[in-house]
């Protein structure tokens, strides 16, 4: 495609390769805790996919840990340890979630004396009722329902070295931010941010969220396997809904089905296609390296930027 013009491609073989006798040191029930709702993700796919990866992901951290030891060092002054920012993008339920816990375990497992944090990016939407004040709950996910001054005001306070850093925290149950919960970021060496919008520009002409990360990842897939798995996981979702009447899916999970499903495929249309289409795909190439995906959710190519 036109906008990879500027990346390797490499079949899942071939990245495989380039680091053949890594062995993952997890069971496939540590997987499981790991995956998403309904992702696939098997031990193979550690070995031949996201070992290569990490050791790509350690050559750039030691890259970005001796530029910041120079750069102090030639401007005579002490800083506090910069942390090395990871951005994970990609559209609904394509497996950012999976992935980005995935490489913070492996990444804890394999730098034991690096302190490794993650957070959603799903924290910074505004909470429903503001955007119901703002009439945006039907663009929700869309970039106009992100409070994208607070994720940039994070990102900085992160980049800056502040001691404690707080995000918000998002109910997937609830479908709507926990009020006066928080989650503490206390000074990490690494930090993982997973969501839809951290390769965008939504609303802010001064910053990119990018600019804040040092490498960046992009989940792709084709958006007919996308919608495949998000009708996929909202049926696991009423199945899991049904006997909570506080979760939001509650209300669909004890009525007819088929109109729960008839409401889901517009949901997918109107919302999350059109989003993937106008707002996320065209940041793509925006990415240091994506992760494409074909049926049941296994990796097939890998692209790296030149």
Sequence with gaps: MEDRINYYQFDRDKWHSFYPNGRAQLSQENLNDIRGLND????DDVEAVYLPLIQL???????YQQWQQQKTSFLQMEEPRIPFII????????GKSTTARLLSFLLNQLLPDERVEMITTDGFLFPNAELKRRHLLKRKGFPESYDMEKLLTFLNDVKRGEPVVKSPVYSHATYDIVPDQMHRIERPDILIVEGINTLQLPTNERLYVSDFFDFSIYVDAQPELIKHWFLERFGLLLDS??????????????GDRD????MA???WHDIDLKNLEEFILPT????DLILHKTKHHLINKIYLRK
Aim: charge should be positive; glycine fraction near 4%; charged fraction near 25%.
């Design 87 to 94: 951005g994970i993008a990609g559209p609904v339920a394509v």
């Design 57 to 63: 992901l350690k050559l750039r951290y030691a890259e």
């Design 284 to 287: 793509r190439n925006r990415a």
């Design 40 to 43: 696939r993700i098997s031990i």
């Design 259 to 262: 109109e729960a499903f008839d």
């Design 241 to 254: 809904a049904f006997q909570d009447p506080t979760n939001y899916y509650y209300p669909a999970a004890i």
């Design 265 to 267: 495929r517009n949901i």
